[in-house]
């Protein structure tokens, strides 16, 4: 209760220009700076403690995929877009308010598990939270607000996106060349936990052995796989694509087991009919008129906001 009415306050003090007020409301510097005031957003503020918050945010959600310097750098080259994005979000979530979309609180609670199933424990998941400088509340509370936005966007601007079969089949029409099926290459494979094992297998077909002759006499599973290309990593993926139908691969290490595998048929490329491509289609031409739509729709309630960043 407190920290909103300093918030109101704030506000309230940037409008009317008495910056000598704020030192009143601060008792320490440290204090002020945290919920300094970087944008104000219709009747609504966005603070350096919301931006901080953000940077963590995102910081957390990309730590899944990017690790050390790769992650610092593209934090660090998305920053002066974050405070456009909290703008947005704010303006967003003013129209949700408006519109008073509800948020199913066990979808809330389901896309936190999810985010905490990213993390092999849950100890390290809220280790990762503290390094962040965050609790699960904040977390929870983010996730709250994408949903309101995901509702509000739904109502005005997803229900209202069509895409009709007459423009599915003029896309499909102007270039089918460009609506291929990849190559498809099929292979059987055998999975194996020790190295040895491994190359005992691979100098035994060498020299003329057949794969079932090893898989009948220690018991293992022989299954199937359908590969395109850039399925794989690429040097698995070469050493793949350099086999002939019936050849047999080297031992490959995949996540500490050992794979061989025999490409058994190649599919080569070929044209899709408009049957075949006609869902791809659809989801590329509906994202397409979603993305313009949602620009509009942004666009407009951005011109009746009123908007201000301060340095």
């Given at each position: 209760m407190v920290k909103r009415k300093i918030r109101k306050l704030l506000f309230l003090v940037f409008i009317i220009g008495i910056p000598a007020?704020?030192?009143?409301?601060s008792p320490a510097p440290a204090c002020f700076a945290q919920d300094k005031i970087i944008a104000v957003v219709n009747n609504d503020i966005v603070t350096q403690k919301e931006f901080d918050d953000f940077v963590m945010f995102m910081r957390m959600q990309l730590s899944t995929e990017l690790k050390g310097r790769r992650l610092d750098d593209k934090i660090e080259s998305m920053k002066g877009e974050f405070i456009d994005r909290l703008i947005e979000d704010k303006i967003i979530l003013q129209e949700a308010q408006k519109n008073k979309i509800i948020v199913d609180e066990s979808r809330v609670k389901g896309r936190l598990d999810e985010i905490r199933k990213q993390y092999p424990s849950d100890i390290e998941f809220q280790q990762a939270l503290k390094k962040q400088g965050m609790v699960q509340a904040d977390v929870e509370s983010k996730v709250r607000d994408q949903m309101l936005m995901y509702g509000i966007i739904d109502a005005k601007v997803r229900s209202k996106v069509a895409v009709s079969p007459v423009e599915v089949t003029?896309?499909?029409?102007?270039?089918?060349?460009?609506?291929?099926?990849?190559?498809?290459?099929?292979?059987?494979?055998?999975?194996?936990?020790?190295?040895?094992?491994?190359?005992?297998?691979?100098?035994?077909?060498?020299?003329?052995?057949?794969?079932?002759?090893?898989?009948?006499?220690?018991?293992?599973s022989v299954a199937k796989l359908?590969?395109?290309?850039?399925?794989?990593?690429?040097?698995?993926?070469?050493?793949?694509?350099?086999?002939?139908?019936?050849?047999?691969?080297?031992?490959?290490?995949?996540?500490?087991?050992?794979?061989?595998?025999?490409l058994n048929n190649i599919i080569p490329p070929r044209q899709l009919s408009l049957a075949e491509a006609q869902e791809s289609i659809q989801s590329y031409l509906f994202n397409r008129k979603m993305q313009e739509k949602l620009a509009q729709w942004l666009d407009g309630l951005k011109k009746q906001s009123y908007i201000k960043i301060i340095n």
């Open positions: 007020l704020l030192c009143v409301l003029a896309f499909y029409q102007n270039d089918p060349a460009k609506f291929q099926a990849p190559q498809v290459s099929e292979f059987d494979y055998i999975v194996l936990e020790s190295s040895g094992l491994a190359d005992e297998i691979s100098r035994g077909i060498k020299n003329g052995q057949a794969l079932e002759s090893f898989t009948d006499k220690y018991s293992l359908s590969m395109r290309e850039g399925q794989f990593k690429k040097d698995v993926e070469e050493s793949l694509m350099k086999l002939k139908s019936g050849e047999v691969s080297e031992p490959l290490k995949i996540e500490n087991k050992y794979y061989i595998f025999r």
